[in-house]
């Protein structure tokens, strides 16, 4: 079964309408005592850094930082597997397939894993069970712009992942609380049978590009970056331009048009169709969206929910699968942070996938941070008036 993962969609509207919700929110019970690291959990190593656009790659991370990782995760089972009679609840955009439990609970039995798919509900759910006292999901996840209602509300719990193991140079684009997992960003998913995809937005408005583009109504963040860059009314103007020439079309289902080639690029994220026809390009100014895992502060078992958010994040077996196996390809691909060594190992539609990110995080991406967060949030409101006003 394919997993299929994304949180960086339709997320200004949602963000604003549960900062509402938030405000008028019971405080529930009270946050949980932090769990502690087993000892001293730093580590005396040094990352070899190489900087992959704005994110520091440790080289050394499975030789020098991910023994201590482990040795952390060891006491966190021990310590799960007590709490909430070793039951997990993990809440995400889409819930976690049997396969992906089922590599979980292998190497962590006595553990229970509760999993729902919400989609775009997800953060109100999470803050409408905190409000009413039901029992609320352990892990909390997102991007920054994707999670900016739970940030700002204070859902993430306070954890130092640094004292786990954990470099900090992983910690220079969002919160310390935040553990980087992996990434997602903007790409021109392309059939390359039928066409090449240029290498700017601009580029689309050659003639030969009329009709033959898509993109769907949530996705107006693929031209925020854009906005970022050149700033709001360069891109409402290019968005009004791309559409008034008829080259763009606004289809919620990009897919099929895609395969069968009659419109061979659509603007999107990471692609998640095998058909070997198509392909994905980076552009420049596309927005790069880190993705976070983290504790949720009304969690009923945290040391659960920072083992799945460790394991998830780094373990070397798992994402060895992620890599690999098609049964476990998401539309996210592994963290940079980590070593070269595993995006190299990569076949198929992560090979695809990550080669793409990797290459526009290097040469001109935008990515997302904390200080740059709410820019990020006004140009995707703006972008989304722009193509579905």
């Not at 559409?243 to 079309?249: I, P």
């Amino acid at each position: 079964m394919n997993v299929r993962t994304t949180r960086i969609g339709g997320i200004a509207a949602a963000a604003a309408g549960m900062l509402l919700l938030s405000s008028c929110s019971s405080p529930g019970a009270a946050a949980p005592d932090p769990v502690e690291p087993g000892g001293d959990g730093s580590t005396a190593a040094a990352c070899d850094a190489v900087q992959v656009g704005a994110i520091t790659r440790c080289e050394n991370f499975y030789d020098d930082f991910w023994p201590e990782i482990d040795r952390q995760m060891d006491a966190l089972y021990e310590t799960a597997r007590e709490t909430d009679g070793g039951r997990v609840v993990i809440w995400d955009w889409y819930e976690l397939s049997p396969d992906v439990i089922a590599e979980f609970t292998g190497r962590y039995p006595d553990l229970t894993i509760e999993t729902r798919g919400l989609t775009y509900n997800l953060s109100s759910a999470i803050i409408s069970a905190k409000a009413t006292g039901a029992r609320n999901t352990d892990v909390i996840s997102g991007s920054l712009v994707s999670a900016a209602a739970m940030t700002d509300e204070g859902y993430w719990a306070d954890v130092d992942w640094t004292a786990f193991g954990v470099p900090e140079e992983f910690f220079t684009i969002g919160a310390p609380e935040m553990l980087p997992d992996s990434v997602n960003g903007s790409l021109m998913q392309v059939n390359v049978d039928r066409i090449e995809a240029p290498a700017t937005l601009e580029g689309l408005l050659d003639p030969q590009y009329e009709g033959k583009v898509s993109v769907a109504s949530y996705n107006a963040n693929v031209f925020a970056g854009y906005g970022l860059d050149r700033g709001e009314a360069a891109m409402t103007d290019l968005i009004g331009e791309l559409k008034s020439t008829g080259t763009l079309q606004v289809l919620e289902d990009q897919d099929s048009p895609l395969s069968s080639g009659d419109v061979p690029i659509a603007l999107g994220q990471t692609l998640f169709n095998p058909n070997p026809s198509l392909g994905v390009s980076p552009y420049e100014d596309a927005g790069v969206f880190a993705q976070f895992s983290g504790v949720n502060v009304d969690a009923k078992n945290p040391a659960g929910g920072m083992l799945w958010t460790l394991w998830n994040a780094y373990d070397p077996d798992w994402l060895q699968l992620r890599m690999t196996d098609e049964r476990f390809s998401t539309t996210q691909v592994p963290y940079p942070g980590l070593p070269t060594s595993l995006f190299d190992s990569a076949t198929g539609l992560m090979e695809t996938n990550a080669g793409a990110l990797l290459d526009g995080l290097q040469g001109g991406a935008i990515t997302e941070t904390v200080d740059t967060r709410d820019e990020w949030i006004a140009m995707i409101n703006a972008a989304d008036a722009a193509l579905n006003g």
